[in-house]
């Protein structure tokens, strides 16, 4: 069973500032200071990491630059390696780490975040961890990027699909952004699946919040949501999560369309397979092996009455006469 995940308190972060100034100063702990400081970090399992992130931030050159001209004199306030009591200067550090931007100076901005780039290609899948110790499975002929900033880890998946396996860090969320929509999460294991015609997100554990084209759902552990364009437009429909994935060769389809099991298919295939117009909204259920695009269109030609042809660079699926 999955831990609940930690609320991370105002008097936490507050606290976590005060001890983040007070070990940027020269002098080293009292034994009284480092003794409270201990007792503080082991009254709660969170208190690590936010006291990590706030030193993070404090050792930013940018976020020292910014910090040291809202204490300047003109400002009525001491930067110059303050005492720990100086409530107004913890106050000020706060609302800095809050709203840095907002006392750079003209033209000067925090370092922006380096985004790191994944590509898989076709029939290619990859297994990729990130620097939190998050797990991320590639599905083939898939694009992603990865960007995490002291207070969130976000990835944006491009186009494919991948699998997620996420620790919990309640002071940066999880978020995956994907054509239309987003899944943000604090720490939990999840499959998102992304294509032309529709998406479909798989909860295997914890709980994920998706929103998109207007429609937000909150999915537990063995719930998914399927995410469809129809002739009114985008729906958002809550679902059983699938009990096999691509990661064991298999799509699992329900009522879903053939332009999305083509599309699937189309990672593991050289030549694409394309849907005639009279076909795409075809609705398809069932399990499907999807890294051998030739056998199962066979298959499924047979019991739909398909029509699959040899189009010289592409295969063209067609209803037939």
Partial sequence: ?????????????????????????DAALTAAEAEALAQWLDGSPDRHLVLARRREMLADPAFRRALERAASPARGLHWTRPAFS??????????????????????????????????TTLAETRLITLE????????????LTVTYTHDQRHVTLVQGEAAFDVPSDPERPFLVSAPGFDVRVVG???????TGA?????????????????????????????IRRGPSGWSLTE????????RDGWVELDNASLLFLLENLNR?????????????????????????????????????G???????????????P
């Fill in 1 to 25: 069973m999955t831990a609940p995940p930690v609320l991370v308190t105002q008097q936490t972060r507050e606290a976590a500032t005060e001890w983040a100034l007070r070990l940027e100063q």
């Fill in 86 to 119: 100086a409530a107004g200067l913890a106050a000020a550090a706060a609302a800095l780490i809050a709203a840095a931007a907002l006392v750079l100076a003209p033209g000067e901005t925090l370092p922006a975040p380096e985004a790191a780039s994944h590509v």
């Fill in 132 to 143: 939190d110790g998050t797990t991320v499975q590639m599905n083939a002929d898939t694009r």
């Fill in 188 to 194: 939990t294991r999840f499959n998102v699946n992304t």
């Fill in 198 to 226: 529709g998406a479909r997100v798989d909860v295997h554990q914890g709980q994920v919040d998706v929103a998109g084209h207007g429609h937000q759902a909150r999915l537990s552990a063995g719930a998914a949501a399927l």
């Fill in 239 to 246: 679902t059983a999560a699938s009990e096999v994935d691509w």
């Fill in 268 to 304: 593991y295939s050289d030549r694409p397979y394309r849907a005639a117009p009279g076909a795409r909204t075809l609705s398809v259920t069932g399990r499907f092996r999807v890294n051998d695009p030739a056998r199962t269109l066979e298959l499924v030609s047979q019991f739909f």
């Fill in 306 to 320: 398909l029509n699959v042809s040899d189009q010289g660079d592409h295969y063209t699926v067609a209803a037939e």
